[in-house]
């Protein structure tokens, strides 16, 4: 979570001149710069959310926060860019989930082995019951992502947990699950 270094009141946001919603600084940059929520969404594939578990308490890091004002200005306009160029490197997917850790609940006689994957979603959403397809090790398997009440959509950006079955499947950290 950022600091709050300064009151965002009715200053501007350093990199679109928008004016600053009283909610908002989520993104302070490493000079204590508050950015408007428009332009941390955008900035978001280049920095996401990191949520770590550390002796069981979840702890959120932002990249963003160790960025130059300098560095984002840059980088804002080379976003989608950057973009086509994940898309590119991943078969034009439509969206892209990067597994990080894999627990896998072993199944029954009739019931498929669960797997629960964190990891980020580093451009585009998933919904629930989204057809995608898990890439591991050049293999490619479709699977069905279950329905989580408390979520409509894993959007970009952050860290997700996301839930499929299947027999046989084989799921590692640094595996894909992407959108076609
Ligand atoms: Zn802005």
Redesign the pocket.
Same mark, same amino acid.
């Given at each position: 979570m950022a600091n709050k270094r300064s009151k965002p009141g009715r200053e501007l %946001?350093p990199? $679109?001149?928008?004016a600053l919603l009283p909610a908002e600084g989520v993104g302070a940059l490493a000079d204590g710069s508050l950015? %408007?929520s428009? $332009?941390v969404r955008k900035l978001r594939v280049m920095y996401p959310l990191r949520e770590d578990f550390v002796k069981g308490h979840i702890q959120r890091s932002d990249a963003l926060n160790q960025a130059t004002l300098e560095t984002v200005r840059e980088q804002i306009g080379t976003v989608s860019a950057y973009i086509d160029g994940l898309r590119a490197q991943n078969g034009g997917s439509n969206a892209l989930f990067l597994v990080e850790t894999v627990e896998a609940e072993r199944g029954g006689l009739l019931k498929p082995p669960c797997y629960s994957v964190r990891g980020r979603v580093l451009y585009g959403s998933f919904d629930p019951m989204d057809r995608a397809v898990l890439l591991h090790g050049g293999t490619e398997t479709e699977i069905e992502l279950e329905i989580d009440l408390d979520t409509q959509e894993w959007k970009s950006g952050r860290t997700w947990v996301l839930r499929f079955s299947g027999k046989g499947l084989e799921v590692a950290p640094g595996d894909r699950i992407v959108r076609r």
């Amino acid at each position: 979570m950022a600091n709050k270094r300064s009151k965002p009141g009715r200053e501007l %946001c350093p990199v $679109c001149g928008r004016a600053l919603l009283p909610a908002e600084g989520v993104g302070a940059l490493a000079d204590g710069s508050l950015l %408007c929520s428009h $332009c941390v969404r955008k900035l978001r594939v280049m920095y996401p959310l990191r949520e770590d578990f550390v002796k069981g308490h979840i702890q959120r890091s932002d990249a963003l926060n160790q960025a130059t004002l300098e560095t984002v200005r840059e980088q804002i306009g080379t976003v989608s860019a950057y973009i086509d160029g994940l898309r590119a490197q991943n078969g034009g997917s439509n969206a892209l989930f990067l597994v990080e850790t894999v627990e896998a609940e072993r199944g029954g006689l009739l019931k498929p082995p669960c797997y629960s994957v964190r990891g980020r979603v580093l451009y585009g959403s998933f919904d629930p019951m989204d057809r995608a397809v898990l890439l591991h090790g050049g293999t490619e398997t479709e699977i069905e992502l279950e329905i989580d009440l408390d979520t409509q959509e894993w959007k970009s950006g952050r860290t997700w947990v996301l839930r499929f079955s299947g027999k046989g499947l084989e799921v590692a950290p640094g595996d894909r699950i992407v959108r076609r």
